[in-house]
Structure formats: structure tokens, C-alpha cells
């Protein structure tokens, strides 16, 4: 039964991040594409870490990260009022390359298509 409220509750706050993502004014998060890939909370409830990934790369990931761990803040308190948790978890940022990677992936498939067609 725990792990279906869990389970609801990375998804609340997974939604909510990308909305609240899109309100922010800082500049290092603000100018980019930015995605939240995965969201993973601890069984109490109490940490909770946030990968996020932008289209532009690795680099421009990593600097959005250091926008969003200073307003770590205010993101923990737009949750708070969002959603109706008791306590809200502490939000820690990694960056990932995930979108990066897919759409290499998918740019070589296109490629191997192109190939085929091609003889």
C-alpha cells in the first residue's frame, strides 16, 4: 500500500517541478530546454532527488543544476503549497544527458535508414 502513495507522490511532484521549472527567473535555468528525466523519493519521504536534462547538453545541464540548487528554496516551498504533504522532502538536483543521448541515438537510426534507402 506504501508504495502506491509513493508512486503518486513522485508523479505529483515530478508534474509540479516542470511547471514550477518554468516559472523561475533565473537566468541558468531560464534560457534553456530543460526536463525533469526522474524523480526518485526516499520510502519516508524525506529526500528526494530530481534528474534533469536539457536538449542543448551535459554542460548546459550541470549549469541549470547550480540555478536550481539556489532557488532549492523557493522550490521546496512552491511544492509545499502545491501539494498537500505533511513534509516536504529535500530536493537535491543531479543533471543528467539523457535527451542528449537519446536523440544520438536517434540521429544514428535516421542515418541507418538513409543508408537503406539509399541502395
Known sequence: MASHRIDRTTEDIKRELTAIFREL???????????????????????????????E????AKNAVQGLKSAA?????ELGSRLSLRHVPALQ???????????????????????????
Open 93 to 119: 538536483f543531479l543533471a543528467t544527458d539523457s535527451i542528449e543521448y537519446s536523440a544520438n541515438i536517434s540521429r544514428m537510426l535516421h542515418d541507418l535508414r538513409g543508408e537503406e534507402d539509399g541502395e
Open 25 to 55: 527567473k533565473d537566468p541558468r535555468v531560464q534560457g534553456i530546454l530543460l526536463s525533469v528525466v526522474r524523480v526518485e523519493v526516499s520510502s519516508d519521504l524525506s529526500y528526494c532527488k530530481i534528474y534533469v536534462s536539457a536538449m
Open 73 to 77: 528554496g523557493f522550490i521546496r516551498h
Open 57 to 60: 547538453g551535459l554542460e548546459k
